[in-house]
T-cell receptor, first 108, second 115 residues
Framework: DAKTTQPTSMDCAEGRAANLPCNHSTISGNEYVYWYRQIHSQGPQYIIHGLKNNETNEMASLIITEDRKSSTLILPHATLRDTAVYYCIVFNDYKLSFGAGTTVTVRA | EPEVTQTPSHQVTQMGQEVILRCVPISNHLYFYWYRQILGQKVEFLVSFYNNEISEKSEIFDDQFSVERPDGSNFTLKIRSTKLEDSAMYFC?????????????FGPGTRLTVT
């Protein structure tokens, strides 16, 4: 599975958009980009995934660069409940390999 | 919305004892997983299960671990002789059969404390 690089932590103001970057320069053509989050030792929660095209759902938007070497998860209007560790995972297998993720703190 | 459930939420056991952690996956899902997370560390894959057999397991999943789907709804993880280092959160996950789509849905976890 391709490795990913994420910032260790970031802060975001409540109500503002949170943009979470992820580098995956070794991604191969059939590997998807998945985002999960984990709120304070709860079970990881699926957010969104994509292959080539940008994706949007009720939780977030995923922007994937044309060369697919990086992506950005966008939380459009961050709330205090979005404080969590966010994981960017690239794989084409059936097990998830979690890294350290980005600890996002949303501040009032 | 369907959810993965896990019981118990917290299990305390003495070293050397056997524990069984239980999970009820989402009803139309066909792939099942166990992960664990030692306090302060990453979430680690343990095992995947499909069609009543293990499809993949990690190095962590040694002979003291076993999984079973005894009745078509429950999915269990057994640790035969617990060690202090087995203390962790254990998460069950499931996913439906959907081609290349690998959305896994996780349960709330069982906190296992081995004393």
């Amino acid at each position: 599975d391709a490795k990913t690089t994420q910032p260790t932590s970031m802060d975001c103001a409540e109500g503002r958009a949170a943009n979470l970057p992820c580098n995956h320069s070794t991604i191969s053509g059939n590997e998807y980009v998945y985002w999960y989050r984990q709120i304070h030792s709860q079970g990881p929660q699926y957010i969104i995934h994509g292959l080539k095209n940008n994706e949007t759902n009720e939780m977030a938007s995923l922007i994937i660069t044309e060369d697919r070497k990086s992506s950005t998860l966008i939380l459009p209007h961050a709330t205090l409940r979005d404080t969590a560790v966010y994981y960017c995972i690239v794989f084409n297998d059936y097990k998830l390999s979690f890294g350290a993720g980005t600890t996002v703190t949303v501040r009032a | 919305e369907p959810e993965v459930t896990q019981t118990p939420s917290h299990q305390v056991t003495q070293m050397g004892q056997e524990v069984i952690l239980r999970c009820v996956p989402i009803s139309n899902h066909l792939y099942f997983y166990w992960y664990r997370q030692i306090l302060g560390q990453k979430v680690e894959f343990l095992v995947s299960f499909y069609n009543n057999e293990i499809s993949e397991k990690s190095e962590i999943f040694d002979d003291q671990f076993s999984v079973e789907r005894p009745d078509g709804s429950n999915f269990t993880l057994k640790i035969r002789s617990t060690k202090l280092e087995d203390s962790a959160m254990y998460f069950c996950a499931s996913r439906r059969l959907a081609g290349l789509i690998y959305e896994q849905y996780f349960g709330p976890g069982t906190r296992l404390t081995v004393t």
